[in-house]
């Protein structure tokens, strides 16, 4: 009984440890060059996720102009970014999404756009598929569990169907098959626990989808849900939120700190300001410098651009990226 009192209050007060003080001083900065430029084109978005943290949907009106996407793309060209990383919402929602593709795929660098899959089940949208085969674009496509039932529940009732038509679609252009056009899936856990081994996951979405549906594809990442956003108010309104704070707070693997993708990259919201990932998008926390795209812009073309390098915002949300074997835009870092 005393150890299980002991073991309480000592967890009691890991929980209470801010995320920056279990952060080393070198990795509380970013890389001295930065690969990764994120673009959220909006929080518009023809589902509903219950994982959503930034609690995107049919009724935000939040979209980048193309004055903005234009800046992204002067930066694109101004710095040495080695990838525009595209996403939403569900970008293509963005009436200047093609646009800004298109444009972004002129460039010598790696395109990739973040969907939903249903979004091009759509007839309004449906030929974005055959463009970005056209153009190269590598497809990061979420795909929940690859159980009908288990999708449906986290994206609503037939999102599961519309998801398979569209994959099916994607390999009969030629994604997924070694042709250069990649197309990688993303796993959300379906409620407050942590991902499994990622590479069982992939082993086992290959076997099923590929037995069930003949579907092939690229890679698989598996992403802990953030308790931002919709997903936090979900485990709120069911008394669950501070246990999985706490799970994740417990789980801390100080091995994932050096792979955190706020530390290689730059992230822009919808209006211009500037993130160190789209969570702090979410946590409305900028960079502690205040930039926005535009000032990155204007002093490239003023010749005097600006440092990549700078300190990075933490707070609790945090413990989610570095949690078990940790977690990223591109899935396990550790």
């Not at 994120?38 to 023809?46: L, R, T």
């Not at 994604?175 to 069982?200: I, R, T």
């Given at each position: 009984?005393?150890?299980?009192?002991?073991?309480?209050?000592?967890?009691?007060?890991?929980?209470?440890?801010?995320?920056?003080?279990?952060?080393?001083?070198?990795?509380?900065?970013?890389?001295?060059?930065l690969e990764i430029l994120q673009v959220n084109v909006g929080a518009k978005c023809n589902l509903r996720c219950k994982h959503c943290h930034i609690?995107?949907?049919?009724?935000?009106?939040e979209l980048m102009n193309r004055q903005t996407m234009q800046a992204c793309l002067d930066v694109l060209d101004a710095y040495d970014f080695k990838t525009l990383d595209i996403t939403g919402g569900a970008p293509e929602l963005?009436?200047?999404?093609?646009?800004?593709?298109?444009?972004?795929?002129?460039r010598d660098v790696t395109v990739m756009t973040r969907c939903n899959l249903v979004i091009l089940d759509t007839p309004e949208h449906a030929h974005l598929a055959e463009l970005y085969a056209r153009l190269g674009v590598q497809v990061v496509a979420s795909l929940p569990?690859?159980?009908?039932?288990n999708t449906d529940n986290q994206r609503g009732d037939g999102t599961f169907d519309a998801s398979i038509r569209v994959l099916q679609w994607l390999n009969a252009l030629g994604y997924g098959k070694g042709s250069g056009l990649e197309l990688n899936l993303v796993y959300n856990p379906g409620g407050p626990f942590l991902p499994g081994s990622q590479d069982q996951l992939e082993a086992e979405?290959?076997?099923?989808?590929?037995?069930?549906?003949?579907?092939?594809?690229?890679?698989?990442?598996?992403?802990?849900?953030?308790?931002?956003?919709r997903f936090?108010?979900?485990?709120?309104?069911?008394?669950?939120?501070?246990?999985?704070?706490?799970?994740?707070?417990?789980?801390?693997?100080?091995?994932?700190?050096?792979?955190?993708?706020?530390?290689?990259?730059?992230?822009?919201?919808?209006?211009?300001?500037?993130?160190?990932?789209?969570?702090?998008?979410?946590?409305?926390l900028p960079c502690g410098d205040g930039r926005t795209i535009f000032d990155y812009r204007d002093a490239a073309q003023a010749c005097k651009p600006l440092d990549l390098k700078r300190s990075i915002e933490f707070d609790g949300h945090c413990?989610?990226?570095?949690?078990?074997s940790g977690s990223s835009c591109g899935g396990a870092t550790g």
């Amino acid at each position: 009984m005393a150890a299980t009192v002991a073991l309480g209050v000592a967890l009691a007060a890991t929980v209470e440890i801010p995320f920056i003080d279990r952060v080393d001083e070198d990795n509380r900065i970013t890389r001295e060059s930065l690969e990764i430029l994120q673009v959220n084109v909006g929080a518009k978005c023809n589902l509903r996720c219950k994982h959503c943290h930034i609690q995107a949907g049919p009724d935000r009106e939040e979209l980048m102009n193309r004055q903005t996407m234009q800046a992204c793309l002067d930066v694109l060209d101004a710095y040495d970014f080695k990838t525009l990383d595209i996403t939403g919402g569900a970008p293509e929602l963005n009436p200047d999404f093609e646009w800004f593709v298109t444009e972004a795929c002129k460039r010598d660098v790696t395109v990739m756009t973040r969907c939903n899959l249903v979004i091009l089940d759509t007839p309004e949208h449906a030929h974005l598929a055959e463009l970005y085969a056209r153009l190269g674009v590598q497809v990061v496509a979420s795909l929940p569990h690859f159980v009908q039932k288990n999708t449906d529940n986290q994206r609503g009732d037939g999102t599961f169907d519309a998801s398979i038509r569209v994959l099916q679609w994607l390999n009969a252009l030629g994604y997924g098959k070694g042709s250069g056009l990649e197309l990688n899936l993303v796993y959300n856990p379906g409620g407050p626990f942590l991902p499994g081994s990622q590479d069982q996951l992939e082993a086992e979405y290959r076997r099923r989808l590929q037995a069930g549906f003949d579907i092939v594809f690229d890679h698989l990442f598996a992403i802990t849900n953030n308790p931002l956003g919709r997903f936090a108010a979900a485990l709120s309104a069911k008394g669950k939120l501070q246990d999985y704070r706490d799970k994740l707070v417990t789980s801390f693997n100080p091995g994932t700190l050096p792979n955190m993708m706020c530390r290689n990259q730059l992230s822009v919201g919808w209006d211009g300001r500037c993130y160190d990932c789209d969570f702090n998008q979410a946590a409305e926390l900028p960079c502690g410098d205040g930039r926005t795209i535009f000032d990155y812009r204007d002093a490239a073309q003023a010749c005097k651009p600006l440092d990549l390098k700078r300190s990075i915002e933490f707070d609790g949300h945090c413990y989610a990226c570095c949690a078990g074997s940790g977690s990223s835009c591109g899935g396990a870092t550790g």
